[in-house]
């Protein structure tokens, strides 16, 4: 597990749709290894290497949170989702808020009175911080819409599995980044543009600006999506080749590509449909016009909670894919991908 100390970094820190900077931080050293780095007056970051026609592979660097809504009277802090959240999954859990003064901590606790069979909406849970006062409160510099988010350990499970918070989607821009410095040392045939999107959890919002900003020929979107009987996906089987989910419809040529790849190269992978949830691919594909286009995720148990599970051997295999795929593209290829 050679990027086990990476992976521990990219998922521990905290970085919520529209508050990215330590994230894209982490990206950015990670980029400038191999090649300059590019932001975007979106905070979008990517790097490039090689020269043709433009290839994107992304992993988008919010996770799921909440936003200060408000500050009660008696120093309890009100919250608005930032993303799609589990009620019951907030529930006992430290949480940071990201203020300009520093990181605070606090735990969304539940009240002894609440019928047990029974969860508090969004607008019902309150962060508690230890204050007494509104004025305690803004005393140590949090505002209304600070990040609130939570705080978790990084844990070595058994069978190279393991447990952080925001899988989703720290996973797809640490695929992104390492697919972009194993290509650095190869002689390749498209230019391939690798890095981290903003504000995914809340709309694709940064994938909409790199679609108009770069104009890729082909977009892959690296994300996650739930293991479970439902969707068909597991740990530990290989990265996912979604066929469709609620935003896109991936390019039958191009899934048929990447499967001919990954047959040939012995990796292994997963096909299926996700019934809800979407990804970057939304924007991306609409790049130029429209362009051929793929997601390509990692299956991850108690998705979108603190205490999410991946296999790492899903993360390994993702990356030779992704750099058998790009590094197989050219030209011609891609051409024959565009055609109709």
């Known amino acids: 597990m050679k990027d086990i100390k990476f992976l521990e970094d990219i998922t521990t820190m905290p970085g919520g749709s529209g508050d990215e900077t330590l ?8 980029i400038e290894k191999v090649t ?7 905070g979008n970051i990517i790097g490039r290497v090689g020269k043709g026609k433009k290839v ?5 660097m919010d996770e799921i949170g909440y ?4 500050i009660a009277p008696n120093g309890m802090i009100k919250l608005s989702q930032a993303g799609f959240v589990f009620p019951q999954g907030a529930m006992c859990q430290v949480y940071t808020i990201c203020t300009s ?15 047990s069979n029974e969860f508090p909406s969004i607008d019902q849970l309150e962060l508690d911080i230890g204050c007494k006062s509104k004025k305690e409160v803004e005393e140590l510099g949090v505002e209304i819409g600070n990040a609130v988010i939570a705080k978790s350990r990084f844990v070595k499970l058994q069978n190279d599995e393991l447990l952080s918070k925001a899988w989703d989607n720290r996973i797809g821009c640490a695929i992104s980044v390492r697919v972009l410095q194993e290509l650095s040392k190869m002689d390749l045939h498209c230019e391939f543009i690798g890095g981290g999107s903003v504000q995914e959890e809340v709309g694709c919002r940064g994938a909409k600006a790199l679609a108009v900003n770069i104009k890729p020929s082909i977009a892959f979107s690296l994300d996650t ?20 989910d609620s935003s896109t419809i991936g390019n039958k040529k191009l899934l048929a590509f990447v499967k001919k790849i990954a047959n040939e190269k012995n ?9 809800r949830g979407g990804t970057d691919l939304s924007e991306l594909q609409n790049a130029g016009g429209g362009c051929p286009s793929l997601a390509i995720g990692i299956a991850v148990r108690n998705i979108h909670s603190p205490v999410g599970i991946i296999n790492y051997n899903d993360y390994e295999n993702a990356v030779k894919l ?10 011609e290829t891609i051409e024959e991908l565009s055609r109709f």
Request: with cysteine; hydrophobic share 40%; aromatic share 6%.
């Open 67 to 70: 936003m200060v809504r408000d």
């Open 23 to 30: 994230v894209r931080n982490l990206l950015k050293e990670e």
């Open 322 to 331: 992704m750099v058998e795929v790009i590094s197989s593209l050219d030209d």
């Open 267 to 275: 990796i292994p992978y997963q096909v299926g449909l996700l019934n």
């Open 225 to 244: 999506s739930p293991a479970s009987s439902q969707s068909g996906f597991e740990c530990g089987k290989g990265p996912q080749l979604f066929v469709m």
């Open 101 to 115: 003064k520093g990181q605070i901590e606090g735990v969304i606790g539940f009240s002894m009175d609440r019928r």
């Open 36 to 42: 300059a780095s590019e932001i975007d007056g979106f």
């Open 56 to 60: 994107i592979a992304v992993g988008h």
